[in-house]
């Protein structure tokens, strides 16, 4: 079955300081990639997604991914994060056009100001 | 801005009741889906809806849980009977009529605890 592996369910850091979350998936084919934020006390948000074209996305808040299909990767970086980037992230990846979304476990990213 | 509605927020019930949850998607979404996210993990599918055709179900225990879109706009996620092992945070999604790049919008989410 087709699964989303992310590296850190929990991660802290500095303010200024550099995010990289990592995701992997299971299937070999042909997939779309997502990234959602889920904000305190904020619904289930699309951060950025990849369906084909440049591997190297541009997200919303100054995030981007890398989709690296040789590694079946898709992670999440930001150069330098700021508190209001505190919130839960989750990957998701759908197999071809109009299949299922399945999400990792998320990572919560605390920011310490 | 359009946002997908639920209903209650928070519910409390005992083992062996019967809960419903209900959605509003956003207006002139034709899909829309229930997930189910257990604490610690990310959302898990239950049913999809295109209109009022359920188009994946696959996920959904179906000796207890049904969910329905009578005219292919709200819908209803019922439980019955809960266990405990059901409590979890319920949300809904919605997008508009299937497409390649389609978004998936989702709700507050309904959090049940089963006692």
């Known amino acids: 079955a087709q699964s989303v592996s992310q590296h850190n369910h929990h991660v802290i850091l500095s303010e200024a300081a550099s995010l990289e979350l990592g995701c992997n998936y299971s299937?070999?084919?042909?997939?779309?990639l997502f990234w959602y934020v889920q904000y305190p006390g904020q619904h289930l948000q699309l951060l950025l997604k990849y369906f084909s074209g440049d591997p190297l996305v541009k997200g919303i808040k100054g995030f981007e991914a890398e989709f690296i299909k040789s590694k079946f990767s898709f992670n999440l970086r930001k150069p330098s994060v700021q508190w209001s980037d505190t919130a839960e992230y989750f990957c998701a990846v759908r197999k071809e056009y109009g299949n299922k979304l399945v999400f990792g476990a998320g990572t919560i990213l605390r920011v310490k100001s | 801005e359009a946002e997908v509605a639920q209903s209650p927020r928070y519910k409390i019930t005992e083992k062996s009741q019967a809960v419903a949850f209900w959605c509003d998607p956003i207006?002139?979404?034709?899909?829309l889906y229930w997930y189910r996210q257990i604490l610690g993990q990310g959302p898990e599918l239950l049913v999809q809806f295109q209109d009022e055709s359920v188009v994946d179900d696959s996920q959904l225990p179906k000796d207890r849980f049904s969910a329905e879109r009578l005219k292919g706009v709200d819908s209803t996620l019922k439980i019955q009977p809960a266990e405990l092992g059901d409590s979890a945070m319920y949300l809904c999604?919605?997008?508009?009529?299937?497409?390649?790049?389609?978004?998936?919008?989702f709700g507050p989410g309904t959090r049940l605890t089963v006692t």
């Open positions: 207006s002139g979404h034709a899909t």
């Open positions: 299937y070999g084919g042909t997939v779309n």
């Open positions: 999604a919605s997008s508009p009529r299937e497409r390649e790049e389609g978004e998936q919008y």
